[in-house]
């Protein structure tokens, strides 16, 4: 079985601090990690994703996560926090490139940027 | 270029009542998905169809039926609603495992509501 862990319901940060949005994962083999946003009453927006190679990975809108295999983390970060930033934010994971709808994903983090 | 079109945007239904939420996808892609969005529950896959002609289970299918008219659509029927169904469903597609790391495109939602 596959699981994804946002422990934290929201992130309050103020604008042009750095943010932080924690995801934690379990799974029986290699984890491909995805980043999703949703803005109010919208569907999910791709953000970035990891599937082999350089830990840190770059994505849209100045996001970046960082996959780290020993503590089974890919938190989402961006150096310096817009108040358009500003949305709900999905961790997903599944194993390897099997069918993607196996994805599960994580809760949800509100991240709310404050001016 | 409309990406993932989802109808209708809203609907309310009585208990016992039917309806069908339809979706089109126009990006050529092999595999589609129905979620379900809960407060708090992050997102749950309803059925999904690797590809034209297949449709499976996902984590919440009863009270559902799917079907995969053509390549390009996907339908989500309640035969009998329940309260239990009031929901956001959203709709989405991918790549088919093996062309892409499968990350997901997403509609832009439906709202159900059932009395």
């Known amino acids: 079985a596959q699981s994804v862990a946002q422990p934290e319901d929201q992130v309050n940060v103020a604008e042009g601090n750095p943010l932080t949005v924690k995801c934690t994962y379990s799974v029986s083999g290699n984890p491909y990690l995805f980043w999703y946003v949703q803005y109010p009453n919208r569907g999910l927006q791709f953000l970035l994703k990891y599937i082999t190679g350089d830990n840190l990975v770059k994505g849209s809108y100045g996001f970046e996560a960082e996959f780290n295999k020993s503590q089974t983390s890919f938190h989402l970060k961006k150096p310096s926090a817009l108040v358009s930033d500003s949305a709900l934010y999905f961790c997903a994971v599944r194993v390897g490139n099997t069918n993607a709808g196996k994805s599960t994903f994580g809760d949800g983090t509100t991240l709310t940027v404050k001016p | 270029n409309a990406g993932v079109t989802q109808t209708p945007k809203f609907q309310v239904l009585k208990t016992g009542q039917s309806m069908t939420l339809q979706c089109a996808q126009d990006?050529?892609?092999?595999?589609m998905y129905w979620y379900r969005q809960d407060p708090g529950m992050g997102l749950r896959l309803i059925y999904y169809?690797?590809?034209?002609?297949?449709?499976d289970k996902g984590e919440v299918p009863n009270g559902y039926n799917v079907s995969r008219l053509n390549k390009r659509e996907f339908s989500l029927r309640l035969e009998s609603a329940a309260p239990s169904q009031t929901s956001v469903y959203f709709c989405?597609?991918?790549?088919?495992?093996?062309?892409?790391?499968?990350?997901?495109?997403f509609g832009e939602g439906s709202r159900l509501t059932v009395l």
């Open positions: 990006m050529n892609h092999n595999s």
């Open positions: 989405a597609s991918s790549e088919a495992p093996g062309v892409s790391t499968g990350e997901l495109f």
């Open positions: 169809s690797a590809s034209e002609g297949t449709t």
